[in-house]
């Protein structure tokens, strides 16, 4: 619901959008698009996915008309090389882990976008070379933003705690804050936490944080920074950040 409320978060979001450079396209990583190959939408003008069920039917019809980039996603697939990145001209679009946030930071719509699909079939690693193999677009107008939830664990959910963490929530997010603003390269040490397993039941949520470090880690002149952190339903962290 973040998509359509003004809360702290989407006024950080806001904030940001305004701060930033105006780039000249957003490449996306999104929890949702979750798949079985590493693919990056092409087409000019991407549909906008409603990819959940059970919220309101204004959810539903909210729609984020933003422009596609066709040339920004061939320049994907070429500097992951030789990795490979299918282009994808019609099977995906812009789903809720990406508009409900762009809805916020840029709200006309009006910067293209493009969302790479996270491969579930790759380990961690890959998706960290990926992602440093994407940094130098950035050098070219291109703004990455990943969504995801460092802690995401639905099974856990407790209603009652709307804005409190449990203990081993808050203990993994303190922990990844550590990692991703001292060593962004080296986020992957946090498997090995022993709050790894609940805070990342599945990896879906946490690889956008890999893809966030992996950027970040191949530029030592910006330190990652926390935007705005805080907790939901005892299990979801909202921690966001920036480099």
């Given at each position: 619901?973040?998509?359509?409320?003004?809360?702290?978060?989407?006024?950080?979001?806001?904030?940001?959008?305004?701060?930033?450079?105006?780039?000249?396209?957003?490449?996306?990583?999104?929890?949702?698009?979750?798949?079985?190959?590493?693919?990056?939408?092409?087409?000019?003008?991407?549909?906008?996915?409603?990819?959940?069920?059970?919220?309101?039917?204004?959810?539903?019809?909210?729609?984020?008309?933003?422009?596609?980039?066709?040339?920004?996603?061939?320049?994907?697939?070429?500097?992951?090389?030789?990795?490979?990145?299918?282009?994808?001209?019609?099977?995906?679009?812009?789903?809720?882990?990406?508009?409900?946030?762009?809805?916020?930071?840029?709200?006309?719509?009006?910067?293209?976008?493009?969302?790479?699909?996270?491969d579930?079939?790759?380990?961690?690693?890959?998706?960290?070379?990926?992602?440093?193999?994407?940094?130098?677009?950035?050098?070219?107008?291109?703004?990455?933003?990943?969504?995801?939830?460092?802690?995401?664990?639905?099974?856990?959910?407790?209603?009652?705690?709307?804005?409190?963490?449990?203990?081993?929530?808050?203990?993994?997010?303190?922990?990844?804050?550590?990692?991703?603003?001292?060593?962004?390269?080296?986020v992957?040490?946090?498997?090995?936490?022993?709050?790894?397993?609940?805070?990342?039941?599945?990896?879906?949520h946490?690889?956008?944080?890999?893809?966030?470090?992996?950027?970040?880690?191949?530029?030592?002149?910006?330190?990652?920074?926390v935007?705005?952190?805080?907790y939901?339903?005892?299990?979801?962290?909202?921690?966001?950040?920036?480099?």
């Amino acid at each position: 619901m973040n998509a359509l409320e003004q809360n702290r978060y989407t006024d950080a979001w806001a904030a940001l959008g305004a701060t930033l450079p105006r780039p000249r396209a957003v490449l996306a990583i999104s929890a949702h698009w979750y798949t079985n190959a590493t693919a990056v939408t092409a087409m000019a003008v991407p549909r906008t996915i409603h990819d959940f069920f059970g919220f309101p039917d204004r959810l539903f019809a909210y729609e984020y008309p933003c422009p596609g980039a066709p040339d920004v996603a061939a320049e994907v697939a070429e500097v992951v090389e030789p990795r490979w990145v299918g282009l994808d001209y019609d099977s995906w679009g812009i789903d809720h882990g990406t508009w409900s946030v762009l809805a916020h930071m840029y709200p006309g719509a009006d910067v293209p976008v493009v969302q790479l699909a996270i491969d579930a079939l790759k380990p961690l690693d890959y998706h960290l070379d990926i992602a440093a193999r994407l940094a130098p677009l950035r050098e070219h107008g291109v703004l990455v933003v990943a969504s995801g939830n460092v802690v995401h664990n639905l099974g856990a959910v407790d209603w009652g705690r709307a804005d409190a963490g449990f203990d081993w929530a808050q203990r993994f997010d303190e922990a990844a804050r550590s990692v991703v603003v001292d060593a962004p390269a080296e986020v992957l040490r946090l498997t090995g936490h022993p709050d790894y397993a609940l805070a990342v039941p599945t990896p879906d949520h946490f690889i956008p944080l890999v893809y966030f470090a992996g950027v970040a880690g191949t530029d030592a002149t910006r330190r990652p920074e926390v935007l705005i952190d805080g907790y939901a339903y005892g299990s979801l962290s909202m921690t966001c950040y920036t480099a």
